[in-house]
């Protein structure tokens, strides 16, 4: 390399230095929060732009502060993170116990070249190395995947070990989380590695593996491990919402909630359908079309379930499938998780709710759009 490409080079990575992240943070640990300083070094060749993208992903709705240090820094008092340049490496390693010792001193975080293009991925490494297990290894993992080890290479079998120590902070398993790997992660000759257990359920593995940002089960596990003690005051958050963490005087609600307690649905664009319906012995039908977003709660008598049938969906194509992006179920119990999400063509699903209420999001995103819903109330 001559003189004036290394001039180049130099340059080019002090305008780097220069980006619109934010350099100094408020300290927010004396509230209950926590300030990570990051680095990366000038000849590494990871994209700065989708660091901090990764970054800002898990601030926006968390007492987590990041901090980069533009010069390799003498001091590098823990928490710190040196984000080290693996880009010769084509696959990824999330190779996570969650240990929350790792946040007790420096550490290189290794970034592969396909994890460098994306934020979503760095953030998800980000949440491994703050103490988040990967959700196929919680100890709850075998009420809702099976795996097959017989497709996994005997050399990263131990990846797939049950994490049985680590802290879950009462969240619940969400195969839409940024910890929930691919279904074809370390798996051998692209097959997949482990399976949805309940048959019923099995359109959740195209939600698994999503690399878009943090669900909000996610922010619900950063919340109780560093923001609890953030507000001296309690609030009762309905719907699997949590208190936020600035002011402390209203909660965070799931997709499809609002309200200071997240009690209310939440309201939809161009949508002319009732927020609020009832399932009765009648089997009724929804129909969904063209652009717009619909919010629609599903109610049946107290102790009664819901029977719900999704048919002729032609809707907008993700892969992975996540909220916000075409029809959205939030069929089980706890509303904090984000339920199924089915994008593209979608027929002949049959769903039962975990309890007395369903929620429903759908958003088109063009005229051709369009997804039915019927629903009747169970009782079983």
Same mark, same amino acid.
């Given at each position: 390399?001559?003189?004036?490409?290394?001039?180049?080079?130099?340059?080019?990575?002090?305008?780097?230095?220069?980006?619109?992240? #934010?350099?100094?943070?408020?300290?927010?640990?004396?509230? +209950?929060?926590?300030?990570i300083r990051w680095y990366v070094?000038?000849?590494?060749?990871?994209?700065?732009?989708?660091?901090? $993208? +990764?970054? $800002?992903?898990?601030?926006?709705?968390?007492?987590?502060?990041?901090?980069?240090?533009?010069?390799?820094?003498?001091?590098?008092?823990?928490?710190?993170?040196?984000?080290?340049?693996?880009?010769?490496?084509?696959?990824?390693?999330?190779?996570?116990?969650?240990?929350?010792?790792?946040?007790?001193?420096?550490?290189?975080?290794?970034?592969?070249?396909?994890?460098?293009?994306? #934020?979503?991925?760095?953030?998800?490494?980000?949440?491994?190395?703050?103490?988040?297990?990967?959700?196929?290894?919680?100890?709850?993992?075998?009420?809702?995947?099976?795996?097959? *080890?017989?497709?996994?290479?005997?050399?990263?079998?131990?990846?797939?070990?049950?994490?049985?120590?680590a802290d879950l902070y009462k969240?619940?398993?969400?195969?839409?989380?940024? +910890?929930?790997?691919?279904?074809?992660?370390?798996?051998?000759?692209?097959?997949?590695?482990?399976?949805?257990?309940?048959?019923?359920?099995?359109?959740?593995?195209?939600?698994?593996?999503?690399?878009?940002?943090?669900?909000?089960?996610?922010?619900?596990?950063?919340?109780?491990?560093?923001?609890? =003690? $953030?507000? #001296?005051?309690?609030?009762?958050?309905?719907?699997?919402?949590?208190?936020?963490?600035?002011?402390?005087?209203?909660?965070?609600c799931p997709n499809g909630y609002?309200?200071?307690?997240?009690?209310?649905?939440?309201?939809?664009?161009?949508?002319?359908?009732?927020?609020?319906?009832?399932?009765?012995?009648?089997?009724?039908?929804?129909?969904?079309? +063209?652009?717009? *977003?619909?919010?629609?709660?599903?109610?049946?008598?107290?102790?009664?379930?819901? =029977?719900?049938?999704?048919?002729?969906?032609?809707? #907008?194509?993700?892969?992975?499938?996540?909220?916000?992006?075409?029809?959205?179920?939030?069929?089980?119990?706890?509303?904090?998780?984000?339920?199924?999400?089915?994008?593209?063509?979608?027929?002949?699903?049959?769903?039962?709710?975990?309890?007395?209420?369903?929620?429903?999001?759908?958003?088109?995103?063009?005229?051709?759009?369009?997804?039915?819903?019927?629903?009747?109330?169970?009782?079983?």
């Amino acid at each position: 390399m001559n003189l004036y490409a290394i001039i180049i080079f130099i340059t080019i990575k002090l305008l780097e230095g220069k980006s619109k992240f #934010p350099k100094f943070k408020p300290d927010f640990s004396q509230f +209950g929060g926590i300030t990570i300083r990051w680095y990366v070094g000038m000849y590494s060749r990871l994209n700065i732009t989708n660091i901090e $993208q +990764g970054l $800002q992903m898990i601030m926006d709705r968390s007492c987590v502060q990041f901090l980069r240090e533009i010069d390799n820094p003498k001091d590098k008092k823990a928490p710190f993170i040196e984000f080290e340049d693996n880009t010769s490496c084509y696959v990824n390693d999330f190779n996570f116990k969650g240990d929350k010792k790792l946040m007790k001193k420096p550490y290189k975080l290794k970034i592969e070249r396909g994890c460098n293009s994306k #934020p979503g991925c760095i953030a998800k490494k980000v949440l491994f190395y703050m103490g988040m297990p990967p959700t196929i290894r919680r100890k709850d993992r075998n009420k809702y995947i099976k795996l097959d *080890l017989k497709n996994v290479s005997k050399c990263y079998r131990k990846e797939f070990d049950i994490l049985k120590k680590a802290d879950l902070y009462k969240t619940g398993y969400d195969y839409s989380s940024l +910890g929930h790997i691919s279904p074809f992660y370390r798996g051998l000759f692209g097959q997949r590695t482990y399976s949805i257990k309940n048959s019923n359920n099995m359109w959740y593995l195209l939600n698994a593996g999503q690399e878009y940002g943090p669900s909000f089960t996610d922010y619900k596990w950063l919340f109780n491990r560093f923001c609890t =003690k $953030q507000c #001296p005051n309690k609030l009762k958050c309905q719907n699997g919402g949590f208190q936020n963490f600035e002011g402390c005087s209203y909660c965070d609600c799931p997709n499809g909630y609002k309200g200071d307690c997240c009690d209310e649905i939440d309201d939809g664009q161009n949508c002319d359908m009732e927020k609020n319906m009832v399932a009765t012995k009648e089997n009724r039908t929804l129909t969904f079309f +063209g652009i717009k *977003l619909c919010y629609i709660q599903i109610k049946a008598k107290r102790g009664k379930k819901i =029977k719900l049938s999704v048919s002729n969906g032609r809707l #907008p194509s993700y892969n992975p499938c996540f909220e916000m992006q075409a029809l959205t179920i939030k069929h089980k119990k706890d509303k904090s998780l984000t339920g199924l999400s089915l994008c593209t063509f979608v027929d002949h699903l049959h769903l039962t709710s975990e309890d007395e209420t369903v929620l429903i999001q759908y958003k088109g995103e063009s005229k051709n759009n369009m997804v039915k819903v019927s629903f009747m109330e169970s009782g079983c």
